[in-house]
């Protein structure tokens, strides 16, 4: 067994956008578990648009990663020694090890994995991992959508958004994307199945964006599945019908303050005109949904209904570029770092 383990830790808060000069890698001995404890190795690490707030020290949902931490993350991992009595070496688990080759655990908000599931044991991070659990949540508890309703999801084809529109048109939905780039919207249109996807980066403004919304629901928006806000936001908000609801689930483009910010009374004066219902939801208030989620979505990833798209970076070190890459649109589906092999 290696006797070392490397981590990447938060060397500095960013105050726009993280820089390299956020991150450092260490190296050190390999820890050994202590009683009520195991050690596990890093086979897949998950990226999430989450983590630019843990670098950051505002007041959140959940407390920042402190100078020096390692970065938090939920991993794909397997046991390599344990003293803890519900975990064996060899078992494979699903566990918040952070940025690392390596981690310690006493079990909390770990789940287990059961390899005769058959799935790829990445897929345990995105489509049948916490951002699929997100989509479904978002779609089914947040937004109740209807059949024969019309829904606008953002970050169409990234982790959670590419499963909201799949679900969406599942359920008999009309599904327009929005997403960045043209070979985005044409993945969406032609593997995913959405009905249109509009360029957000090829529009000059929200104005124009909105009316490309207009021509693709004429009638109007039902439901917005809301990933990113920005120009994205304005957009959607004149077109939405009276009564519409939106689920807002991330706004990644004021995440490093980059984007302008949406003017309040245009944005409280469309939710107070329009009689919008806006519900925030984090997935970590709702794990109780994942057995049903679980349910529905496995067996139509096993036979192949529902599609999803991985980009993949190799190695630990290469982690903070995948992650500012991915901040920017850089990713193409579920972003992943491969830290370790798969078992044999
Ligand atoms: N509430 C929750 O519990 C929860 C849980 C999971 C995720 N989320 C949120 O859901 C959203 C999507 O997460 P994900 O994991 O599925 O990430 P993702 O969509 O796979 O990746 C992020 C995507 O955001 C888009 N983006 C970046 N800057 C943008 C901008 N200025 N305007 C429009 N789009 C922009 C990019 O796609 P394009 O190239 O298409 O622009 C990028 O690929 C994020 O906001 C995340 O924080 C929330």
């Not at 630019?52 to 949902?61: D, F, H, L, P, V």
């Not at 084809?157 to 985005?184: C, E, F, H, N």
């Not at 936001?233 to 609801?245: C, D, H, I």
């Amino acid at each position: 067994m290696t006797e070392t383990m490397k981590r990447i830790v938060l060397a500095s808060r960013p105050p726009g956008k993280p820089g390299p000069e956020n991150f450092r890698l260490e190296e050190e001995p390999l820890p050994q578990p202590g009683p009520g404890e195991f050690l596990a190795r890093v086979i897949w690490l998950s990226l999430d648009p989450y983590m630019r707030g843990r670098m950051s020290a505002a007041k959140s949902y959940a407390k920042p990663v402190e100078i020096g931490e390692t970065m938090t993350a939920g991993c794909v991992a397997e046991v390599i020694a344990s003293n803890h009595d519900g975990y064996a070496p060899g078992d494979l688990v699903v566990a918040p090890l952070g940025w690392a080759t390596h981690g310690i655990s006493d079990g909390t908000l770990v789940q287990k994995i059961d390899p005769k599931a058959g799935a790829p044991l990445s897929a345990y991070l995105g489509v049948l991992g916490m951002p699929g659990l997100t989509a479904w949540v978002g779609l089914n508890d947040i937004l109740e959508a209807k059949p024969g309703e019309t829904i606008v999801v953002s970050a169409a084809t990234g982790a959670v958004g590419s499963l909201v529109g799949q679900l969406a048109r599942l359920k008999g939905m009309t599904v327009i994307g929005v997403a960045g780039g043209a070979d985005k919207c044409r993945y969406a249109v032609e593997e995913l199945g959405f009905d249109a996807c509009l360029d957000h980066r090829a529009a000059a403004d929200a104005k124009e964006l909105g009316k490309q919304i207009a021509a693709a629901a004429p009638d109007g928006v039902e439901c917005y599945f809301e990933n990113v806000g920005g120009k994205t936001l304005e957009a959607v908000l004149p077109n939405m019908k009276t009564f519409g609801r939106i689920a807002l689930c991330g706004m990644i483009a004021w995440y490093s303050g980059a984007e302008n910010p949406a003017p309040a009374p245009v944005v409280w004066g469309a939710i107070l005109r329009q009689r919008l219902r806006v519900e925030g939801f984090i997935i970590f208030d709702r794990y109780d949904r994942q057995p049903a989620f679980v349910a529905e979505v496995a067996p139509r990833v096993a036979d192949g209904t529902i599609h999803y798209r991985e980009t993949v970076a190799e190695g630990l070190e290469n982690a903070p570029a995948a992650f500012m890459k991915m901040l920017e649109g850089g990713n193409f589906g579920k972003q992943l770092v491969r830290i370790g092999a798969d078992p044999a």
